[in-house]
């Protein structure tokens, strides 16, 4: 699986931003999906997981109640809707996929096999 994220830019603190996440596989797998984030000199942060079906969710607590996570299977998508923006959530933000008939949500790294290249997120003035 390929996973490309896309939409990592420079906003305001308050301000939102929406990620996104295209990802090619073969149409008969199904898998579970996940945000991590990491800055620089620290270690890498779990964001948000959604299962195959996409009616369960994790959030870390540092995002809980202003990004939302969420998935179009048909399109293959995966999406990070960030608001209440605050310079503490500056990272390179990280998609990720489980392996193939993984399909719950995990808040953990080392459950995801395939990750993305990652798409900065800066939030400044």
């Known amino acids: 699986v390929t996973l490309v994220e896309s939409g990592g830019a420079l906003a305001q603190p308050g301000g939102s931003l929406k990620l996104s996440c295209a990802a090619s596989e073969d149409t008969t797998t199904s898998y579970a999906m996940g945000w991590f984030r990491q800055a620089p000199g620290e270690e890498r942060e779990f964001v948000a997981s959604?299962?195959?079906?996409?009616?369960?969710?994790y959030y870390g607590d540092s995002v809980r109640g202003r990004f939302t996570i969420s998935r179009d299977k048909d399109k293959s998508m995966l999406f990070l809707q960030m608001s209440g923006l605050t310079p503490g959530d500056t990272a390179v933000y990280y998609c990720?996929?489980?392996?193939?008939?993984?399909?719950?949500?995990?808040?953990?790294?080392?459950?995801?096999?395939?990750w993305g290249q990652g798409t900065q997120v800066t939030v400044s003035t």
């Open positions: 959604i299962n195959w079906k996409g009616n369960n969710i």
């Open positions: 990720a996929a489980r392996s193939s008939g993984a399909v719950a949500a995990t808040t953990t790294a080392v459950s995801f096999t395939w």
